[in-house]
Each structure stands twice: as structure tokens, then as C-alpha cells.
């Protein structure tokens, strides 16, 4: 659901409640990191790759994790163009 205009501007969002414990990591992110074009054959590096990425990294200090994730994007990207925002938020518990 992006913010702001939409075509679908009536649509309503869900409430949803996560029981977290301690140890527990969440991440929130835009759609930027997924959307970049890059590796070998210039394709985008996709929803299903970033969440393995988080599950690869999530074990790891969180500024461990920051500089792991900052490299993917720039190894992905390689000479590309950014072709949008990014953002990542991660937290643990």
C-alpha cells in the first residue's frame, strides 16, 4: 500500500499483533533494496532474496548486520544506477 495517492485509496489496512521475544529481530523496509537492478544479468534482486538475506544475517550484531546488508546492495548494484529510495530498519528485542 504506498502512501499518499493511490488508485486504490479505499482500500483499508489490517491490524495485526506479533508476540516478540527477547532475542528477536524485526525489520521493516521500502520496496528499494528488492527493486535494484543489478548482479550478473541486470535483474532486479527481489522480495524472496531480501528476506533470505535478513534469515542469513539475522544472527549477527546488528551493526555486523548494517554493513553486511550495505555491502549486498553495493556488490547487487555493482556500476547500476540506484534506482530508488532505500531503506532498511532492523530491531532486536
Known sequence: MPVGKSHNDNA???????????GDTIYTYTDGFADQFGGQEGKKFKQQKLKETFRQFSSLPMETQKQRLDKTFEDWR?????????????VRV
Not at 483499508?12 to 527477547?22: A, V
Open 12 to 22: 483499508s489496512f489490517t491490524f495485526n499483533e506479533i508476540e516478540l521475544h527477547k
Open 78 to 90: 555493482g556500476e547500476l544506477e540506484q534506482v530508488d529510495d532505500v531503506l532498511v530498519i532492523g
